[in-house]
């Protein structure tokens, strides 16, 4: 099983990131999949998530209308799309793969993301 984050990086505030979360060695379709993040010295936030039929997608209120989260299942391949972003979105971003049934979820290691002028 591998989750793979890649796209972060460092912008300046009001810039825009698109990360992208590469996955293989488990059926993606049957996952919901979330979005998290962890700030230096802080703990682990969830961001946004999706069902696992991209059906809904749902988002902490610190980046509703700024962040949009996606799936193409063909690819196995979760995005989210970043903009406006600001100095406390810096963070390690990470993404999680939650059964919808019973089994065991798995975790990327993460993409740093900064902003800063």
């Known amino acids: 099983v591998r989750l793979v984050e890649s796209g972060g990086g460092m912008v300046q505030p009001g810039g825009s990131l698109r990360l992208s979360c590469a996955t293989s060695g488990f059926i993606f379709s049957n996952y919901d999949m979330i979005w998290g993040r962890q700030a230096p010295g802080k703990d682990p936030e969830w961001v946004s998530g999706i069902y696992n039929n991209g059906a809904r997608t749902y988002y902490t209120d610190s980046v509703k209308g700024r962040f949009t989260m996606s799936r193409d299942n063909a690819k196995n391949t979760l995005y989210l799309e970043m903009n406006s972003l600001k100095p406390e979105d810096t963070a390690l971003y990470f993404c999680?793969?939650?059964?919808?049934?019973?089994?065991?979820?798995?975790w990327g290691q993460g993409t740093q993301v900064t902003v800063s002028s």
């Open positions: 999680k793969a939650r059964p919808v049934r019973n089994g065991l979820e798995y």
